[in-house]
Protein backbone atom coordinates (compact mmCIF):
# COMPACT_ATOMS: atom_id res chain seq x y z
CA UNK A 1 0.00 0.00 0.00
CA UNK A 2 1.27 4.04 -0.85
CA UNK A 3 2.60 5.42 2.21
CA UNK A 4 0.34 8.56 3.57
CA UNK A 5 1.25 12.15 3.12
CA UNK A 6 1.35 14.19 6.58
CA UNK A 7 -2.01 16.14 5.21
CA UNK A 8 -3.54 12.76 4.60
CA UNK A 9 -2.99 11.24 7.66
CA UNK A 10 -4.28 14.43 9.64
CA UNK A 11 -7.29 14.34 7.43
CA UNK A 12 -8.10 10.51 8.12
CA UNK A 13 -8.12 11.42 12.16
CA UNK A 14 -9.36 14.91 12.61
CA UNK A 15 -13.03 13.64 13.07
CA UNK A 16 -12.31 10.19 14.67
CA UNK A 17 -14.46 9.51 17.42
CA UNK A 18 -13.19 6.83 19.08
CA UNK A 19 -8.89 7.36 18.89
CA UNK A 20 -6.14 6.75 20.84
CA UNK A 21 -2.19 7.71 19.76
CA UNK A 22 -0.05 5.72 21.32
CA UNK A 23 3.71 7.23 21.06
CA UNK A 24 7.19 7.28 22.38
CA UNK A 25 9.13 9.92 23.39
CA UNK A 26 12.95 10.22 22.65
CA UNK A 27 13.44 10.58 18.98
CA UNK A 28 9.75 11.36 18.19
CA UNK A 29 8.64 14.96 20.50
CA UNK A 30 12.57 15.44 20.72
CA UNK A 31 15.60 15.28 19.32
CA UNK A 32 18.21 12.12 20.50
CA UNK A 33 21.03 13.52 22.96
CA UNK A 34 24.16 12.06 24.25
CA UNK A 35 23.56 13.85 27.24
CA UNK A 36 19.69 12.75 28.84
CA UNK A 37 20.14 15.77 30.71
CA UNK A 38 20.11 18.50 28.31
CA UNK A 39 16.77 16.80 26.44
CA UNK A 40 14.05 19.76 25.50
CA UNK A 41 10.22 19.56 25.06
CA UNK A 42 8.47 22.24 23.11
CA UNK A 43 6.13 24.14 24.66
CA UNK A 44 3.58 23.73 21.97
CA UNK A 45 4.13 19.86 21.96
CA UNK A 46 3.16 19.42 25.69
CA UNK A 47 -0.04 22.17 25.08
CA UNK A 48 -1.11 20.18 21.57
CA UNK A 49 -0.75 16.96 23.71
CA UNK A 50 -3.27 18.32 26.79
CA UNK A 51 -6.11 19.40 23.79
CA UNK A 52 -5.98 15.47 22.61
CA UNK A 53 -6.74 14.20 26.53
CA UNK A 54 -8.49 10.83 26.24
CA UNK A 55 -7.49 10.12 22.55
CA UNK A 56 -3.46 10.31 23.39
CA UNK A 57 -1.03 8.35 25.85
CA UNK A 58 3.08 7.59 25.69
CA UNK A 59 4.46 4.71 25.69
CA UNK A 60 8.35 4.95 26.76
CA UNK A 61 11.32 3.31 27.95
CA UNK A 62 12.31 6.50 29.82
CA UNK A 63 10.74 7.27 33.31
CA UNK A 64 8.16 9.68 33.88
CA UNK A 65 9.73 11.00 37.59
CA UNK A 66 12.59 12.36 39.41
CA UNK A 67 15.75 14.47 37.72
CA UNK A 68 15.76 12.55 34.64
CA UNK A 69 12.09 11.86 33.87
CA UNK A 70 10.18 13.16 31.64
CA UNK A 71 7.72 15.80 34.03
CA UNK A 72 11.07 17.76 34.80
CA UNK A 73 10.96 18.58 30.78
CA UNK A 74 7.02 19.28 30.99
CA UNK A 75 8.07 21.59 33.66
CA UNK A 76 10.51 23.33 32.05
CA UNK A 77 8.95 23.86 28.75
CA UNK A 78 5.87 25.42 30.60
CA UNK A 79 8.43 27.04 32.64
CA UNK A 80 6.40 26.18 35.75
CA UNK A 81 7.02 23.14 38.57
CA UNK A 82 2.88 23.43 39.94
CA UNK A 83 0.87 24.18 36.74
CA UNK A 84 1.39 21.06 35.25
CA UNK A 85 -0.46 18.76 37.97
CA UNK A 86 -2.62 21.59 39.24
CA UNK A 87 -3.91 21.88 35.23
CA UNK A 88 -3.04 17.97 34.42
CA UNK A 89 -0.70 18.92 32.25
CA UNK A 90 1.89 16.05 32.32
CA UNK A 91 1.95 13.56 29.43
CA UNK A 92 -0.36 9.93 30.77
CA UNK A 93 0.68 7.33 30.01
CA UNK A 94 3.03 4.27 30.15
CA UNK A 95 6.50 4.65 31.02
CA UNK A 96 9.74 2.19 31.84
CA UNK A 97 8.62 -0.19 29.37
CA UNK A 98 5.21 -0.31 31.21
CA UNK A 99 5.52 -0.78 34.89
CA UNK A 100 5.67 2.80 35.58
CA UNK A 101 1.90 4.13 35.00
CA UNK A 102 1.00 8.14 35.10
CA UNK A 103 -1.87 10.32 34.64
CA UNK A 104 -2.07 13.49 33.53
CA UNK A 105 -1.51 15.20 36.80
CA UNK A 106 1.34 13.47 37.59
CA UNK A 107 0.25 10.53 40.03
CA UNK A 108 2.51 7.82 39.34
CA UNK A 109 2.34 4.09 40.55
CA UNK A 110 4.12 0.80 39.88
CA UNK A 111 1.41 -1.89 39.82
CA UNK A 112 2.72 -5.29 40.42
CA UNK A 113 6.54 -4.29 41.54
CA UNK A 114 7.45 -5.80 45.34
CA UNK A 115 9.21 -3.78 47.71
CA UNK A 116 12.61 -6.50 47.17
CA UNK A 117 12.39 -5.57 43.53
CA UNK A 118 12.50 -1.40 44.22
CA UNK A 119 15.14 -2.08 46.66
CA UNK A 120 17.67 -3.41 44.16
CA UNK A 121 16.92 -1.44 41.58
CA UNK A 122 17.22 1.70 44.25
CA UNK A 123 21.56 0.17 44.55
CA UNK A 124 21.87 -0.50 40.91
CA UNK A 125 23.18 2.82 39.62
CA UNK A 126 25.91 2.86 42.36
CA UNK A 127 26.84 -1.21 41.16
CA UNK A 128 26.87 -0.04 37.67
CA UNK A 129 29.05 2.71 38.02
CA UNK A 130 31.98 0.89 40.37
CA UNK A 131 31.77 -2.08 37.67
CA UNK A 132 32.35 0.77 34.67
CA UNK A 133 35.21 1.83 36.71
CA UNK A 134 36.70 -1.09 37.18
CA UNK A 135 36.46 -2.45 33.61
CA UNK A 136 36.61 1.12 31.59
CA UNK A 137 41.14 1.25 31.43
CA UNK A 138 41.16 -2.24 29.64
CA UNK A 139 38.81 -0.29 26.60
CA UNK A 140 40.24 3.27 26.79
CA UNK A 141 44.00 2.70 28.57
CA UNK A 142 44.79 6.45 27.29
CA UNK A 143 42.24 7.74 29.62
CA UNK A 144 43.30 8.70 32.97
CA UNK A 145 41.65 7.33 36.00
CA UNK A 146 40.29 10.51 36.91
CA UNK A 147 38.37 10.97 33.62
CA UNK A 148 37.27 7.52 33.73
CA UNK A 149 35.17 8.03 36.67
CA UNK A 150 33.89 11.28 35.72
CA UNK A 151 32.56 9.30 32.64
CA UNK A 152 31.14 6.00 34.60
CA UNK A 153 29.20 9.01 36.48
CA UNK A 154 27.53 10.30 33.32
CA UNK A 155 27.19 6.85 31.76
CA UNK A 156 25.07 5.85 34.47
CA UNK A 157 21.30 6.75 34.54
CA UNK A 158 20.17 6.53 37.80
CA UNK A 159 16.16 6.33 37.04
CA UNK A 160 13.69 4.51 39.46
CA UNK A 161 13.01 1.55 38.33
CA UNK A 162 15.12 1.14 34.58
CA UNK A 163 18.74 2.01 35.63
CA UNK A 164 20.39 2.18 32.55
CA UNK A 165 24.04 2.61 31.30
CA UNK A 166 24.35 5.05 28.32
CA UNK A 167 27.58 4.49 25.85
CA UNK A 168 27.53 8.15 24.17
CA UNK A 169 29.47 9.69 26.00
CA UNK A 170 32.06 6.86 26.22
CA UNK A 171 31.81 6.62 21.93
CA UNK A 172 32.25 10.40 22.02
CA UNK A 173 36.18 9.35 22.93
CA UNK A 174 36.76 7.11 19.98
CA UNK A 175 34.80 8.52 17.06
CA UNK A 176 34.92 5.96 13.93
CA UNK A 177 36.46 3.17 15.73
CA UNK A 178 34.44 1.03 15.17
CA UNK A 179 36.41 -1.72 16.88
CA UNK A 180 36.49 -0.56 19.98
CA UNK A 181 33.25 0.61 20.46
CA UNK A 182 32.54 -2.95 19.86
CA UNK A 183 34.64 -3.46 22.76
CA UNK A 184 32.36 -1.31 24.76
CA UNK A 185 29.20 -2.67 23.52
CA UNK A 186 30.70 -6.32 24.83
CA UNK A 187 32.18 -4.77 28.13
CA UNK A 188 28.77 -3.44 28.47
CA UNK A 189 26.59 -6.35 28.44
CA UNK A 190 29.00 -8.60 30.41
CA UNK A 191 28.58 -5.69 33.27
CA UNK A 192 24.91 -6.10 33.10
CA UNK A 193 24.76 -10.10 32.74
CA UNK A 194 27.21 -9.80 36.04
CA UNK A 195 24.19 -7.41 37.79
CA UNK A 196 21.65 -10.24 36.85
CA UNK A 197 23.78 -12.31 38.38
CA UNK A 198 23.69 -10.79 41.33
CA UNK A 199 20.07 -10.13 41.34
CA UNK A 200 19.60 -14.07 41.49
CA UNK A 201 22.04 -14.49 44.49
CA UNK A 202 19.30 -11.84 46.58
CA UNK A 203 16.57 -14.48 45.55
CA UNK A 204 14.87 -11.98 43.30
CA UNK A 205 15.88 -15.04 40.17
CA UNK A 206 13.45 -14.11 37.28
CA UNK A 207 12.92 -10.29 38.35
CA UNK A 208 15.06 -8.46 35.26
CA UNK A 209 15.99 -8.54 32.20
CA UNK A 210 17.85 -6.52 29.48
CA UNK A 211 16.92 -4.11 27.42
CA UNK A 212 19.36 -3.47 24.65
CA UNK A 213 18.10 -0.13 22.28
CA UNK A 214 18.31 -0.21 19.82
CA UNK A 215 18.61 -3.99 19.21
CA UNK A 216 18.44 -6.76 16.61
CA UNK A 217 15.38 -8.59 18.04
CA UNK A 218 15.91 -11.61 20.36
CA UNK A 219 18.29 -14.94 19.76
CA UNK A 220 16.49 -18.79 21.00
CA UNK A 221 16.78 -18.14 24.69
CA UNK A 222 14.83 -14.99 24.60
CA UNK A 223 17.75 -12.58 24.93
CA UNK A 224 18.18 -8.97 23.33
CA UNK A 225 20.64 -9.07 20.67
CA UNK A 226 22.83 -6.19 20.52
CA UNK A 227 23.32 -4.37 17.66
CA UNK A 228 26.77 -3.68 16.43
CA UNK A 229 28.38 -0.34 15.61
CA UNK A 230 29.28 0.44 12.31
CA UNK A 231 30.76 3.43 10.40
CA UNK A 232 28.09 6.08 10.48
CA UNK A 233 25.53 3.85 12.85
CA UNK A 234 26.95 3.47 16.35
CA UNK A 235 24.00 0.43 17.31
CA UNK A 236 23.33 -0.15 20.68
CA UNK A 237 24.29 2.67 22.58
CA UNK A 238 22.38 2.09 25.93
CA UNK A 239 20.98 -1.12 28.19
CA UNK A 240 18.64 -0.98 30.29
CA UNK A 241 18.21 -2.98 33.68
CA UNK A 242 14.60 -3.10 33.51
CA UNK A 243 11.69 -5.51 35.51
CA UNK A 244 10.59 -8.66 33.94
CA UNK A 245 7.15 -7.88 31.90
CA UNK A 246 8.16 -4.48 30.93
CA UNK A 247 7.41 -4.87 27.52
CA UNK A 248 6.03 -2.53 25.29
CA UNK A 249 3.61 -4.76 23.58
CA UNK A 250 2.38 -5.69 27.28
CA UNK A 251 1.99 -1.90 27.63
CA UNK A 252 -0.02 -0.86 24.48
CA UNK A 253 -2.69 -3.54 26.06
CA UNK A 254 -2.58 -2.11 29.27
CA UNK A 255 -3.33 1.34 27.91
CA UNK A 256 -6.12 -0.26 25.30
CA UNK A 257 -7.86 -1.89 28.18
CA UNK A 258 -7.69 1.06 30.37
CA UNK A 259 -9.17 3.29 27.59
CA UNK A 260 -11.86 1.16 26.91
CA UNK A 261 -12.63 0.88 30.73
CA UNK A 262 -12.82 4.61 30.91
CA UNK A 263 -15.12 4.93 27.38
CA UNK A 264 -16.86 2.17 28.23
CA UNK A 265 -17.38 1.67 31.69
CA UNK A 266 -15.94 -1.83 32.05
CA UNK A 267 -12.03 -2.96 31.45
CA UNK A 268 -12.20 -5.81 29.06
CA UNK A 269 -8.50 -7.33 30.61
CA UNK A 270 -9.79 -6.85 34.34
CA UNK A 271 -9.15 -3.91 36.52
CA UNK A 272 -5.78 -4.99 38.00
CA UNK A 273 -4.47 -6.46 34.29
CA UNK A 274 -0.71 -5.23 34.13
CA UNK A 275 2.07 -5.98 32.31
CA UNK A 276 3.65 -8.21 34.76
CA UNK A 277 0.28 -10.42 34.78
CA UNK A 278 0.71 -9.74 31.09
CA UNK A 279 1.48 -12.94 28.47
CA UNK A 280 5.46 -12.56 27.89
CA UNK A 281 5.33 -13.45 24.18
CA UNK A 282 3.98 -11.84 20.92
CA UNK A 283 1.32 -14.19 19.95
CA UNK A 284 0.17 -14.26 23.61
CA UNK A 285 -0.97 -10.94 23.98
CA UNK A 286 -2.87 -10.86 20.29
CA UNK A 287 -4.25 -13.73 21.48
CA UNK A 288 -5.88 -12.21 24.59
CA UNK A 289 -6.64 -9.24 23.04
CA UNK A 290 -8.36 -11.67 20.79
CA UNK A 291 -10.44 -13.51 23.23
CA UNK A 292 -11.31 -10.62 26.07
CA UNK A 293 -11.93 -7.48 23.95
CA UNK A 294 -15.36 -7.00 22.10
CA UNK A 295 -13.57 -5.69 18.35
CA UNK A 296 -16.74 -3.14 18.26
CA UNK A 297 -15.27 -1.79 21.44
CA UNK A 298 -11.55 -0.94 19.93
CA UNK A 299 -10.35 2.21 19.37
CA UNK A 300 -8.71 3.50 15.67
CA UNK A 301 -4.88 3.08 16.88
CA UNK A 302 -2.25 4.90 15.65
CA UNK A 303 1.25 4.24 17.07
CA UNK A 304 4.72 6.65 16.42
CA UNK A 305 7.85 5.38 17.53
CA UNK A 306 11.72 6.16 16.33
CA UNK A 307 13.56 2.89 16.70
CA UNK A 308 12.79 -0.11 14.35
CA UNK A 309 16.10 -2.21 13.00
CA UNK A 310 16.28 -4.59 10.22
CA UNK A 311 20.00 -6.25 9.71
CA UNK A 312 20.28 -9.22 7.09
CA UNK A 313 21.36 -12.32 9.47
CA UNK A 314 24.96 -13.05 8.85
CA UNK A 315 24.01 -16.08 7.37
CA UNK A 316 21.93 -14.90 4.58
CA UNK A 317 18.98 -16.93 5.66
CA UNK A 318 17.09 -14.01 6.66
CA UNK A 319 16.63 -10.75 8.18
CA UNK A 320 17.42 -9.76 12.08
CA UNK A 321 14.28 -7.46 12.65
CA UNK A 322 14.20 -5.43 16.38
CA UNK A 323 14.34 -1.95 17.76
CA UNK A 324 12.70 -1.13 21.13
CA UNK A 325 9.31 0.17 19.43
CA UNK A 326 8.93 -2.53 16.93
CA UNK A 327 6.81 -5.00 19.12
CA UNK A 328 4.22 -2.51 19.96
CA UNK A 329 4.03 -1.09 16.61
CA UNK A 330 3.71 -4.36 15.07
CA UNK A 331 0.71 -5.94 17.95
CA UNK A 332 -0.93 -2.35 17.53
CA UNK A 333 -1.17 -3.05 13.32
CA UNK A 334 -2.24 -6.53 13.87
CA UNK A 335 -4.82 -5.92 16.11
CA UNK A 336 -6.30 -3.37 13.78
CA UNK A 337 -6.13 -6.25 11.23
CA UNK A 338 -8.28 -8.54 13.74
CA UNK A 339 -10.95 -6.00 14.19
CA UNK A 340 -11.33 -4.35 10.98
CA UNK A 341 -9.44 -0.94 11.13
CA UNK A 342 -7.01 1.00 9.42
CA UNK A 343 -4.64 1.40 12.33
CA UNK A 344 -1.70 3.60 11.14
CA UNK A 345 1.97 3.46 12.03
CA UNK A 346 4.30 6.31 12.29
CA UNK A 347 7.95 6.22 12.16
CA UNK A 348 9.98 9.65 13.10
CA UNK A 349 13.33 9.87 11.62
CA UNK A 350 15.93 10.36 14.50
CA UNK A 351 19.04 10.66 12.79
CA UNK A 352 18.59 14.45 13.12
CA UNK A 353 20.46 14.51 17.13
CA UNK A 354 23.21 13.88 18.41
CA UNK A 355 23.04 9.93 17.79
CA UNK A 356 24.07 8.39 14.49
CA UNK A 357 21.08 6.53 13.81
CA UNK A 358 19.91 5.50 10.14
CA UNK A 359 18.21 7.85 8.28
CA UNK A 360 14.83 7.84 6.65
CA UNK A 361 15.68 10.85 4.45
CA UNK A 362 16.59 8.80 1.14
CA UNK A 363 13.57 6.41 1.74
CA UNK A 364 15.57 2.86 0.99
CA UNK A 365 14.95 2.47 5.08
CA UNK A 366 18.58 0.45 5.01
CA UNK A 367 18.88 -0.75 8.68
CA UNK A 368 15.37 0.06 9.31
CA UNK A 369 13.23 -2.23 6.98
CA UNK A 370 13.56 -5.24 4.61
CA UNK A 371 11.36 -6.04 1.96
CA UNK A 372 9.87 -9.08 3.67
CA UNK A 373 8.90 -6.93 6.76
CA UNK A 374 5.36 -7.58 7.69
CA UNK A 375 5.78 -4.47 9.64
CA UNK A 376 3.68 -1.74 7.67
CA UNK A 377 5.31 2.14 7.78
CA UNK A 378 2.19 4.08 6.90
CA UNK A 379 3.72 7.49 7.53
CA UNK A 380 7.51 8.79 7.19
CA UNK A 381 8.49 11.94 9.33
CA UNK A 382 11.76 12.14 7.26
CA UNK A 383 12.37 15.58 8.75
CA UNK A 384 12.05 14.67 12.71
CA UNK A 385 11.11 15.55 15.71
CA UNK A 386 10.58 19.15 14.93
CA UNK A 387 8.12 18.05 11.79
CA UNK A 388 6.33 15.48 13.81
CA UNK A 389 5.39 18.33 16.83
CA UNK A 390 4.38 20.16 14.36
CA UNK A 391 1.75 17.81 12.99
CA UNK A 392 0.90 16.69 16.23
CA UNK A 393 -0.06 20.07 17.16
CA UNK A 394 -2.40 21.15 13.74
CA UNK A 395 -3.81 17.45 14.85
CA UNK A 396 -5.14 18.73 18.02
CA UNK A 397 -6.49 21.63 16.91
CA UNK A 398 -8.02 20.31 14.57
CA UNK A 399 -9.34 17.63 16.49
CA UNK A 400 -10.76 20.50 18.13
CA UNK A 401 -12.44 22.15 15.93
CA UNK A 402 -13.97 19.13 14.58
CA UNK A 403 -15.73 18.70 17.82
CA UNK A 404 -16.74 22.47 18.35
CA UNK A 405 -18.56 21.44 14.74
CA UNK A 406 -20.28 18.78 16.32
CA UNK A 407 -21.67 20.25 19.05
CA UNK A 408 -25.33 21.24 19.18
CA UNK A 409 -25.99 25.04 18.55
CA UNK A 410 -27.85 27.07 21.27
CA UNK A 411 -31.90 26.50 20.85
CA UNK A 412 -31.36 23.18 18.69
CA UNK A 413 -33.39 20.14 19.00
Given at each position: ?????????????????????????????????????????????????????????????????????????????????????????????????????????????????????????????????????????????????????????????????????????????????????????????????????????????????????????????????????????????????????????????????????????????????????????????LELAR????????????????????????????????????????????????????????????????????????????????????LRLDL??????????????????????????????????
Amino acid sequence: MPRLTPDQLLQELAAVDDLLIVQDLDGVCMQLVKDPLTRRMDRNYVEAAALLEGAFVVLTNGEHERRRGVNRLVEQALEDQTRPAREGLYLPGLAAGGVQLQDRHGNVSHPGVSDAEMAFLAAAPARMEALLQERLPAVLPEVGSGDLDRFAHVAVLDTQVSPTVNLNALFGLIPNDVPRQRQLQSLLEALMEQLLNEAVDAGLAGSFFLHAAPNLGRDAAGRERLKPAERGDVGTTDIQFMLTGSLKEAGLLVLLNRHIAARWGEAPLGDDFHVRTAPRDHEGLLELARTRIPPERMPLLVGVGDTVTSTASPDGSGWLRGGSDRGFLTLLQELGGWSGQDNRVILVDSSHGEVDRPSLADGQLVGISDPQDPLRLDLLMSEGPSAYVSWFGRLAQARCSSAADDRPTPGSA
